[in-house]
Structure formats: C-alpha cells, structure tokens
C-alpha cells in the first residue's frame, strides 16, 4: 500500500543522501507524505533542480505553499529556521506507482548534489 511505498522510498532517500534528514516520527506519519532537510542547502533550490528533472515537490508546509518563511509546523517541532529553510516535501496518492518513486528517489541525490548538499567534505 500507500504507506509501504512511502517507507520504501524515505529508507532510499536516507540510505542515498548523506545530508537528508527525516522530519518527524519516522513511524507515525501520514501515509502520503514524506519530508526531509537536506543540510548545507536551500529546500527552495532542490525543488527548483528537481523541477527541471520534472518531478514536482514543495518546499516548506502545505498550508504556507509559496511563502518563503520557514515552514511553521517545523519550527513548532524544534527545527531551527536555518534547518527549516532546507526543508523538502514529498507528497504522494495511490496513483503513483512505485517506479515513479523509485526515479524520484534516483534523482534526489543528483539534484542535491547539483545544488551542492550532497558533498562531504
């Protein structure tokens, strides 16, 4: 189901980006969604590379979409604004297969390499 596929894919992301980060309860999470901070970086500048890969995610919370503060529900878990700021979001329904997350989980790491978060130094 939904929420195996969403498990499936942030296990690919965590495994595949030394910078991610899962926000919130890894076990107690809607099963459409999945969010990550990536450090060193600008959510806003992965969602803008991810874009042009064609693939469509946010940046911040679904309820401030287009705002370019800090993502309120994170700060109200303790993420500092500057994690909060790095912050992307994956939402998902049924519809979407697993080979489509398995080509966003592919393409993550390129596109947060190509901003520059995925560097270890």
Excluded: H, K, M
């Excluded at 060193?40 to 500048?45: D, F, M, Q, V």
């Excluded at 995610?57 to 500092?80: H, K, Q, W, Y």
């Amino acid at each position: 189901g939904l929420a195996e596929a969403r498990d499936r894919f942030i296990r690919d992301i965590l495994s595949a980006v030394p910078s991610a980060r899962l926000t919130g309860s890894a076990l107690s999470r809607l099963p459409g969604n999945a969010s990550f901070t990536f450090t060193g970086t600008s959510g806003e500048s992965i969602v803008v590379e991810l874009e042009r890969r064609g693939i469509v995610c946010a940046s911040g919370s679904a309820c401030a979409a287009g705002s370019d503060e800090p993502s309120a529900v994170l700060l109200a878990v303790g993420i500092t604004p500057e994690v909060a700021q790095t912050a992307v979001r994956f939402s998902f329904t049924e519809g979407l297969g697993i080979d489509d997350l398995a080509v966003v989980a592919r393409e993550l790491p390129r596109a947060v390499a190509a901003v520059g978060a995925g560097r270890t130094n």
